[in-house]
C-alpha cells in the first residue's frame, strides 16, 4: 500500500498547495481518493490518470475538501470522451455526445445530504449547448451518501467510517486490505471516534491543524492531540496534515509537539510526499 499526499492545505490553496486530498494505493487491489479539495484535480493528474480511480471517499462538505469535486468529474467525462475518440472519426465536440451514460461511474461516497450540495454546484455552472457536461454527478460518478458507522469495499480494501466531531459532519475513514492499514482523520477535535479509527493501525495520517487542543465547537486537532491518539492506539507511524501555513518554523514545531508524545515515526505531510505503508506489528500501548 502507498500513501500520496496531493494536498494538506486547510482552508484555501496557498503558496502554489492545494487543499486536502489524498490517494491511497493498494497495489491492484484498490485506488482511493480520500477528500477532493480545491487543486486535487490537478495534483491527481500528475500523478495517476483520473479514470484509474477506484473510489472517491468525502470526510465532510466543507470546501476545502470536496469543492474540486466538480472539476473532477468534468475531467472524468473528458477521460470518457477521449476514449470515444480513439474509437472513432468523431470531432472531439461530438465525442462528448457519443458517451454512454449507462456505463457505471467511480463510486463517491458522501455524507448524508452531500448530494444535494453537490447538484447544487454543479447547477451554477451549465453548459447549455453540452448539458451532458452537467452530469458529472449523474455519469462521471456514482454517487453514495454515507451515515457514520458505514462500511464497504473497494477492491481487496475494507473501508469504514468513523465519526468525529466537527462543525459540519465528519467521518474519518479507516482502510485496510492485505498489504497494509491506513486512517485518515479528516477534520475533527478530539472524540470517541477516534479510537476505532485509530487502533493499531499501520499509518494515521491525522490532521494538526492547531497549536492547542480545541475545546469549542468546531472541531480540530493539534498536533500533540495526533501523537497521543497515535501512542495511545498502538499506531505504527504518523503522518500531520491540515496546515494554514508552509512555514518550516511552525511545521517543525507541529512534528517536534507530536514526537514528545509518540515515540513512532513522525512525518510532516507535503504535496508529492510518497510513503509506503507496510503491514508491521503495532507499538506498544503505554
Same mark, same amino acid.
Do not use: W
Given at each position: 500500500?502507498?500513501?500520496? +499526499?496531493?494536498?494538506?492545505?486547510? #482552508?484555501?490553496?496557498?503558496?502554489?498547495?492545494?487543499?486536502? #486530498?489524498?490517494?491511497?494505493?493498494?497495489?491492484?487491489?484498490?485506488?482511493?481518493? =480520500?477528500?477532493?479539495?480545491?487543486?486535487?484535480?490537478?495534483?491527481?493528474?500528475?500523478? !495517476?490518470?483520473?479514470?484509474?480511480? %477506484?473510489?472517491?471517499? @468525502?470526510?465532510?462538505?466543507?470546501? %476545502?475538501?470536496?469543492?474540486?469535486?466538480? $472539476?473532477?468529474?468534468?475531467?472524468?467525462?473528458?477521460?470518457?470522451?477521449?476514449?470515444? =475518440?480513439?474509437?472513432? *472519426? =468523431?470531432?472531439?465536440?461530438?465525442?462528448?455526445?457519443?458517451?454512454?451514460?449507462?456505463?457505471?461511474?467511480? $463510486?463517491?461516497?458522501? $455524507?448524508?445530504?452531500?448530494?444535494?450540495?453537490?447538484? &447544487?454546484?454543479?447547477?451554477?455552472?451549465? +453548459? /447549455?449547448?453540452?448539458?451532458?457536461?452537467?452530469?458529472?454527478?449523474?455519469?462521471?460518478?456514482?454517487?453514495?451518501?454515507?451515515?457514520?458507522?458505514?462500511?464497504?469495499?473497494?477492491? %481487496?480494501?475494507?473501508?469504514?467510517?468513523?465519526?468525529?466531531?466537527?462543525?459540519?459532519?465528519?467521518?474519518?475513514?479507516? @482502510?485496510?486490505?492485505?498489504?497494509?492499514?491506513?486512517?485518515?482523520?479528516?477534520? !475533527?477535535?478530539?472524540?470517541?471516534?477516534?479510537?476505532?479509527?485509530?487502533?493499531?493501525?499501520?499509518?494515521?495520517?491525522?490532521?494538526?491543524?492547531?497549536?492547542? *487542543?480545541?475545546?469549542?465547537?468546531? #472541531?480540530?486537532?493539534?498536533?500533540?492531540?495526533? #501523537?497521543? @491518539?497515535?501512542?495511545?492506539?498502538?499506531?505504527?507511524?504518523? +503522518?500531520? *496534515?491540515?496546515?494554514?501555513?508552509?512555514?518550516?518554523?511552525?511545521?517543525?514545531?507541529?512534528?517536534? /509537539?507530536?514526537?514528545?508524545?509518540?515515540?513512532? $515515526?513522525?512525518? @510532516?505531510?507535503?504535496?508529492?510526499?510518497? =510513503?509506503?505503508?507496510?503491514?508491521?506489528?503495532?507499538?506498544? &500501548?503505554?
Amino acid at each position: 500500500m502507498q500513501l500520496t +499526499v496531493l494536498g494538506t492545505r486547510s #482552508g484555501m490553496p496557498a503558496e502554489g498547495q492545494p487543499s486536502s #486530498g489524498y490517494l491511497v494505493e493498494a497495489g491492484t487491489a484498490g485506488r482511493l481518493l =480520500l477528500d477532493c479539495g480545491p487543486g486535487i484535480t490537478t495534483a491527481l493528474s500528475a500523478v !495517476t490518470p483520473v479514470e484509474s480511480l %477506484d473510489a472517491v471517499v @468525502i470526510s465532510h462538505m466543507h470546501a %476545502d475538501h470536496c469543492y474540486d469535486l466538480l $472539476p473532477l468529474g468534468k475531467a472524468l467525462l473528458h477521460a470518457r470522451a477521449a476514449r470515444v =475518440l480513439a474509437e472513432t *472519426t =468523431l470531432e472531439p465536440m461530438q465525442a462528448l455526445t457519443a458517451l454512454d451514460a449507462s456505463a457505471p461511474g467511480v $463510486p463517491l461516497y458522501v $455524507p448524508v445530504g452531500g448530494r444535494a450540495v453537490l447538484d &447544487r454546484l454543479a447547477a451554477l455552472f451549465p +453548459v /447549455a449547448t453540452f448539458p451532458l457536461l452537467d452530469r458529472a454527478f449523474d455519469i462521471a460518478f456514482d454517487v453514495r451518501e454515507y451515515e457514520p458507522g458505514a462500511a464497504f469495499t473497494v477492491g %481487496d480494501c475494507a473501508v469504514s467510517l468513523h465519526p468525529g466531531r466537527h462543525t459540519a459532519p465528519n467521518c474519518g475513514a479507516r @482502510i485496510a486490505s492485505p498489504l497494509g492499514t491506513l486512517s485518515y482523520t479528516g477534520d !475533527t477535535g478530539l472524540a470517541e471516534g477516534l479510537r476505532g479509527l485509530a487502533d493499531g493501525v499501520d499509518l494515521l495520517l491525522a490532521e494538526a491543524t492547531l497549536d492547542a *487542543t480545541d475545546h469549542g465547537p468546531h #472541531g480540530h486537532l493539534s498536533a500533540t492531540d495526533a #501523537g497521543r @491518539i497515535a501512542a495511545e492506539n498502538g499506531v505504527g507511524e504518523l +503522518v500531520l *496534515t491540515h496546515f494554514a501555513t508552509g512555514d518550516p518554523a511552525v511545521l517543525h514545531r507541529r512534528r517536534a /509537539a507530536a514526537a514528545a508524545v509518540f515515540t513512532g $515515526p513522525v512525518h @510532516i505531510a507535503r504535496p508529492g510526499l510518497r =510513503l509506503p505503508v507496510a503491514a508491521r506489528a503495532p507499538l506498544s &500501548r503505554p
